[in-house]
């Protein structure tokens, strides 16, 4: 329980205040055991939906307001920050994540071979606060996503999470709108490796070379410090050995398998017996849109959550390395328009549009860059639908991803070419009749 006559940072305390089991900063999920933390936003401050935290019977509200159930502070940010700082210094480990791509992957595998507490999809810094509060005493361990959009974000996730290992899945060009350049990006993500213990995939590997980075280990597959063994891919599963021991991961892909593997070696060097590491990380399931496959008469990869080129080319790596049924069966691409940039976003969508020309038998493409991407290309989502429920047949192996952009409206996504779930919706559908 969440005491807040227990906090370690000087507060009124409202005599109605009463401890809660968790905490958040969305007033939204506010309850009879979640208590509510007031924080500023870029657009209105927390402040405001007090009142509806209150309502919905909040044990407490963490705020500068004198109103009933308050923990009253003059920084509500700065307290809950301090409160997290607290509480994590009692975990026996903590994982950090970072990447590119392929860290809420990890995160899961990582979490599962350790049987840990780990971040939700959204992680925010007030979201990993409210976790490290929540879950910080634990004796489990702990798995935190610790993903960066701009210089300097870095730095503040580590002096909040302050991991004792620290991981970097991949590195490439993604939110260079921020970064500039890949270099920075590497430079930024890279100081997760501060941690006393410090891992990166097969592909990061090449950003952090052991003769500038001599306590950095690598994992994956081929030229690695730990490496699984006889990776075999198929469309029901991934089969790989470490250690002695067979993994196998259903539905799974190259990303997910390398993910394996690092849940290996977390699970080896905290004690944990590989077999139930293995077994755990078998029934793992990531969240939708991140390379979730649906087999069926013809089979639908979704991993249409989000994009960027590195993500891309791993997505059409994985396509590549499954097998269409039948002698008629195909691999087929569709891709939309990856966000965040910079001015080279169309010589890079036109880079992953050439890969899927390698790795695909078919290649669409949507959006703003459609030309770029595919050699059938729609300016919109409609346009595409109408070609694709036409062509896809059985047998086929149909990939589809592109970013999200959460921002725009049904009909934005419609034009632009982001946001294809409904390209996926539309496959099952068809498949399923």
Partial sequence: MLDPRSVPFAAQIHPQARPARRLTWDSREAGPDTAFVALPGEKMHGNRFVERALAAGAPFVLTDLDVPRAVRVD????????WARSERAKNPLVVGITGSAGKTTAKSYAAAALDAHFMPVFNTMPAIACFLVQYGASQKPLVVEMGIDHIGEMAELMDLVRPDVGVVTTIGPAHLEQFGMVETIAHEKGQ??????ALVGSQAAAFFPKAQFPHVDSYGF??????????????QAARFRFGGMGVILPLASRVQAEAAVLGMVLAREAGIALADAAVRMSAVEVPGGRYRLHPGRFTVIDDAYNASPVAVRAALDALHALKPEGEVGRRISVLGR???????????????GSYAREQADLTYGVGEFAQELGERAFATVP????DLLNEVRDGDIVLVKASRGISLTPE??????????VVVEALLDQRDR
């Fill in 75 to 82: 920084d509500a940010r700065g307290a809950l920050f301090a």
């Fill in 192 to 197: 997760i490796l501060t941690a006393r213990r």
């Fill in 222 to 235: 081929g030229d690695v410090t730990f490496r699984g063994e006889g990776l075999e891919l198929s469309p």
């Fill in 338 to 352: 990856m966000l965040e940039l910079g001015p080279t976003e169309r010589e890079l969508h036109a880079e992953v």
């Fill in 383 to 386: 346009e595409l639908l109408a």
């Fill in 412 to 421: 934005q996504r419609a034009v632009t070419g982001v946001g294809l779930d």
